[in-house]
């Protein structure tokens, strides 16, 4: 049986009513605006998507649009190996909650673990502060 990943669960809270978070970062290329470990996208053909990432090519399926918030996608790796990655957009009073699942893949130093975390903490408070100031 295979062991489940180590989650870390990364929440930021935006001022802005739920459905016009979804709105703005449902579609995949408004990602580069705030997810800065995508990069720029290249091309798409559906769901499937081409950014530059900082390694090479990365290549992220998308889920579809969908009324509950679900922001769900995978990032297939040049080596060839696909990270699942859950993101939700859920109303909380007045405003939303943005939360994403960052699992620990195998190998992965505690070192990068918590440099990841990082890097999420700082994509989600951008995507914060994008949308607060729209508002």
């Known amino acids: 049986m295979t062991r ?4 870390h669960i990364i929440t930021v809270h935006i001022a802005r009513d739920w459905h016009d978070v979804y709105a703005f970062t449902s579609p995949p290329e408004a990602f580069p605006a705030w997810a800065s470990g995508l990069g720029k996208p290249l091309r798409h053909e559906g769901a ?3 950014f530059e990432g ?4 990365v290549t992220v399926r998308f889920s579809d649009a969908n009324d509950y918030g679900v ?4 990032v297939l790796l040049p080596d060839g190996s696909e990270i699942y990655i859950p993101l939700r957009v859920i109303a909380n009073g007045r ?7 960052l699992f620990r893949v195998p190998g992965m ?5 918590a440099a990841d ?3 999420v ?10 949308l607060e100031a729209q508002s």
């Not at 405003?95 to 699942?101: A, E, P």
């Open 95 to 101: 405003g939303s909650d943005v939360q994403f699942t």
């Open 4 to 7: 489940p990943a180590q989650a």
């Open 117 to 119: 975390a990082q890097w």
């Open 71 to 74: 922001l769900d996608h995978y």
């Open 48 to 50: 499937m998507w081409v």
């Open 109 to 113: 130093t505690d070192e990068k673990f």
């Open 121 to 130: 903490e700082r994509d989600l408070n951008k995507l914060k502060v994008l």
């Open 54 to 57: 900082s390694e090479g090519a």
